[in-house]
T-cell receptor, first 109, second 116 residues
Framework: GQNIDQPTEMTATEGAIVQINCTYQTSGFNGLFWYQQHAGEAPTFLSY??LDGLEEKGRFSSFLSRSKGYSYLLLKELQMKDSASYLCAVMDSNYQLIWGAGTKLIIKP | GAVVSQHPSRVICKSGTSVKIECRSL??????MFWYRQFPKQSLMLMAT?????????EQGVEKDKFLINHASLTLSTLTVTSAHPEDSSFYICSAFKGSENTEAFFGQGTRLTVV
């Protein structure tokens, strides 16, 4: 079956760095997405990785290793507004998105 | 950037009535749109894939006759919840991929449906 695993909850301190991991097992691979979702709102696109390596976008970076079925989202200089759920999703061979359950990130002052 | 507009954002309806939710891609053509449902504190669950000009593809366990999907144009897909019941109360979200390479998905704002 298809499976996406990510931690349920993480806590970090304002100004610090946090890494959210995601491992996956899917039928085919056409890219991995990271989304941010605040409570009661629709997800917002953060990043897309299809090749191995690190993609950097400002305070957010995303890494992919296809051979290991592994990705992480790195958030630097954490701000209180970064408190949200972070969803990892993989596009399978049918171009369907397989979603992880999300990681709730709590930022403390 | 590309925008997907979903309407309404909130709706309250009585049991037994039907509710239509619209999803529009405002500045791009979307041959494929996706409808998701999200229960509190849970991840998104794909309900169906909506293809312009053809029948939607429903995920296992999703009732086709209850959740009617119509994708009549390249910029509009609608989800109609028929004969709504309180257990249908949920957050419904649509999304569409921009471009042929499907590298970026855009989401509507979501619709919070409450059936009383």
């Amino acid at each position: 079956g298809q499976n996406i695993d990510q931690p349920t909850e993480m806590t970090a301190t304002e100004g610090a760095i946090v890494q959210i991991n995601c491992t996956y097992q899917t039928s085919g691979f056409n890219g991995l997405f990271w989304y941010q979702q605040h409570a009661g709102e629709a997800p917002t696109f953060l990043s897309y990785n299809v090749l191995d390596g690190l993609e950097e976008k400002g305070r957010f970076s995303s890494f992919l290793s296809r051979s290991k079925g592994y990705s992480y989202l790195l958030l630097k200089e954490l701000q209180m507004k970064d408190s949200a759920s972070y969803l990892c999703a993989v596009m399978d061979s049918n171009y369907q998105l397989i979603w992880g359950a999300g990681t709730k990130l709590i930022i403390k002052p | 950037g590309a925008v997907v507009s979903q309407h309404p954002s909130r709706v309250i309806c009585k049991s037994g009535t039907s509710v239509k939710i619209e999803c529009r891609s405002l500045d791009f053509q979307a041959t494929t749109m996706f409808w998701y449902r999200q229960f509190p504190k849970q991840s998104l669950m794909l309900m169906a894939t909506s293809n312009e000009g053809s029948k939607a593809t429903y995920e296992q366990g999703v009732e086709k006759d209850k959740f009617l999907i119509n994708h009549a144009s390249l910029t509009l897909s609608t989800l109609t919840v028929t004969s709504a019941h309180p257990e249908d109360s949920s957050f419904y979200i649509c999304s569409a991929f921009k471009g042929s390479e499907n590298t970026e998905a855009f989401f509507g704002q979501g619709t919070r449906l409450t059936v009383v």
